[in-house]
């Protein structure tokens, strides 16, 4: 097998001119969540050529279209994985590719395999090119950057003088920020797809309560007494009871087995949480009982 196998030195964009002319099948098969984009892929495709790639990077939004074969399926890797993976590729290369690749090549023209050519690029050449790269990068990130800019230099920069403010006040109140008491709804014996309440009592040390973001993440209860398929809810002001502010959520459980909680407390200075920066002040309650 090492008879086959060459390798390229100083790859760069005159080799991978050639190499996408002399190539019909790109592998593209490193662990899923460990594709940076896939640029090469692209290329290929754009060439012509048809892809055998793990769902990762663009191809794991490509693919349906792309006249190409999947490795895996989309879910998280783990590492008893890359056998199934393995097999995977042989079993494609063996049992589809290679038959489809050399039917009716001795008559002239491989019909089927061109198809899936011209499938992929019909529908990825429109999709994956340098002109929606450019479209994305002005859409998503130049625009709202300069909209954001905009913003923040008017009234000669008052909302950010106003923001670095509160900042310095919840700097100096978070020491005594913390939660005091939690509590749910959530009996011995709870049926799944009936309302639960999570309720959290907040000493906010002179913080008003839209100043912080009170979440609770809820799980089922594994095996090690980890929180395995969490999902996050935001919990909302509720009023204020011995100097504590209390926060409330109903939701409605669809999962069975033990389910467990913890609540935490963060504050509330970003417009979206999925941008809150990493070092963000947080206070957790620490995982309340399961049921």
């Not at 204020?240 to 963060?266: I, K």
Request: aromatic letters at 8%; charged letters at 25%; glycine letters at 10%.
């Amino acid at each position: 097998m090492a008879r086959h196998i060459v390798f390229i030195e100083d790859y760069d964009i005159e080799v991978g001119r050639e190499l996408v002319q002399g190539v019909d099948l790109w592998l593209n098969n490193p662990r899923r969540g460990e594709e940076a984009c896939g640029t090469s892929g692209m290329k290929a495709a754009l060439n012509g050529v048809l892809n055998l790639s793990v769902l990762d990077g663009w191809f794991d939004e490509a693919y349906e279209v792309s006249g190409g074969w999947a490795i895996g399926d989309r879910e998280p890797y783990h590492d008893w994985m890359e056998g199934i993976h393995a097999s995977a590729i042989y079993s494609l290369l063996e049992n589809e590719i290679l038959p489809l690749y050399y039917l009716n090549r001795e008559e002239g023209v491989p019909v089927q395999w061109i198809q899936r050519v011209r499938t992929s690029l019909e529908n990825l050449s429109a999709q994956y090119n340098c002109q929606r790269m450019i479209q994305e990068y002005g859409s998503r990130l130049y625009e709202p950057a300069h909209l954001a800019w905009q913003s923040v230099k008017s009234d000669g920069f008052q909302a950010a003088k106003e923001k670095a403010k509160w900042q310095r006040e919840v700097d100096t109140a978070w020491p005594g920020v913390r939660i005091e008491d939690a509590g749910t709804s959530l009996g011995p014996c709870h049926l799944s797809g009936s309302t639960l309440e999570l309720r959290a009592a907040v000493n906010l040390c002179g913080l008003k309560p839209e100043d912080v973001r009170v979440e609770a993440v809820v799980g089922r209860v594994g095996t090690t007494g980890r929180l395995e398929e969490t999902s996050v809810l935001v919990l909302h002001p509720a009023g204020e009871a011995d100097g504590r502010q209390l926060f409330r959520r109903e939701f409605v459980p669809h999962q069975t087995g033990r389910l467990g909680y913890t609540l935490r407390v963060s504050p509330n200075h970003c417009d979206d949480p999925l941008a809150r920066p990493c070092h963000s002040p947080i206070r957790w309650a620490g995982r309340m009982p399961p049921a």
